[in-house]
C-alpha cells in the first residue's frame, strides 16, 4: 500500500507561485509514475502534469504549459509541482497520483492512477 501526503497549498495573489509537494510512502515510489489533477468547484478533475517513472518524460495540460513543472525526487519519495505565474483560474484542489504500471509515457487518465492523496487547496485571488 502507498500513501501520498499532499502539501504546499494556500492563498496567493495572481501572478504568484506555489510549491507543491507530494509524500509518498513505499519503496517502490521511485518505479512509479506520478501525476498532479486538480479539481475546481463545479468542474471534474482534470490533468494538470504527469510524469513517467523515471522522470525522462513528462506531460503538461495545454492550460499550464510553460508556467508549472513537476518534478520527481526517488531518493526523497517525493513529488513537486512548482507554479509559477499563477492565475485565478488555477484555484482548485489539487491531487497526486501514482501509478504502479513502470510507464515510459505518463498516462493522462484518472483510472490509470493506482493510488491518490487527500488534497491540498490552492487558491488564486486576483
Known amino acids: 500500500q502507498v500513501q501520498l501526503v499532499e502539501s504546499g497549498g494556500g492563498l496567493v495573489q495572481a501572478g504568484g507561485s506555489l510549491r507543491l509537494s507530494c509524500a509518498a510512502s513505499?519503496?517502490?515510489?521511485?518505479?512509479?509514475?506520478m501525476a498532479w489533477f486538480r479539481q475546481a468547484p463545479g468542474k471534474e478533475r482534470q490533468v494538470v502534469a504527469a510524469?513517467?517513472?523515471?522522470?525522462?518524460?513528462?506531460y503538461y495540460a495545454d492550460s499550464v504549459k510553460g508556467r508549472f513543472t513537476s518534478s520527481k525526487d526517488s531518493a526523497k519519495n517525493t513529488l513537486y509541482l512548482q507554479m509559477n505565474s499563477l492565475k485565478p483560474e488555477d484555484t482548485a484542489v489539487y491531487y497526486c497520483?501514482?501509478?504502479?504500471?513502470?510507464?515510459?509515457?505518463?498516462?493522462?487518465?484518472?483510472?490509470?492512477?493506482?493510488?491518490w492523496g487527500q488534497g491540498t487547496q490552492v487558491t488564486v485571488s486576483s
Open positions: 497520483a501514482a501509478d504502479r504500471a513502470r510507464a515510459v509515457v505518463p498516462s493522462k487518465a484518472e483510472e490509470s492512477y493506482d493510488y
Open positions: 510524469i513517467s517513472w523515471s522522470g525522462g518524460s513528462t
Open positions: 513505499g519503496r517502490s515510489f521511485s518505479t512509479y509514475a
